[in-house]
């Protein structure tokens, strides 16, 4: 073998075992321990921000609640068990999505658009003749209602389906919105009367906590296009 035969297969060599292989032990494998604490913390993250925005949307309760005159009354039942927790799987809800939309090929994470259904089941199931009251009195109609804008919002900001379809769900989600306004602080013996610093202050909150629902709604998809 001729001296540049022998250095060719000495350089052919040495390329050889510097090339990385699927077998290398160097490489860091991302483990199912791994990943179970990714979504584990996603979880628990999203269920600590829904806990958070139920817990506000009942002190908007209690503050509407103030200004009808009449007094606020905080159960067990309803309060923690109707608003809350409700609130608690929505966000626990919205965390896994997220973290499917950055991991998974499949869309199956897109059925969390129907998670504010639960902001509904809630008062529906610790609240009895849930239906009857709702039909009678209209009680119940604002869960309802905060759901559908949550519904509704969150679709027309998630990109994904036509266009039109998600304008009309934009436009009926703030009917639904100021429907769920006006009649409350604008249709009263005082409406004549300029607003108050307290009625300002209500419907700023209101519409903050339903711009809060709509966009958690929505993270998944703007998850996803990161």
Known sequence: MSRSDRISRLEGRALTQNLPTSHSTSDPVPSANQGNRTTTRYVVVGALLGLTWGASLRAW???LTLQLGDRPLVTWQGTFAGILLPATLVGAL?????YAAKTWERKRWRWVIFAPILLVLGPAIVQSNFISTLLTTGMGGGAIGVALVGMLGGYAL??????????VSALFGLLILVASIAPVYFAGPSSALPPGADEVFSVLLFVLLMAQLVAGISA???????
């Open 94 to 98: 919205v965390g896994h999505a997220v």
């Open 220 to 226: 998944p998809s703007r998850a996803q296009s990161r």
């Open 158 to 167: 998630s990109g994904f389906g036509p266009q039109w379809t998600r304008g």
């Open 61 to 63: 309760m209690v503050l």
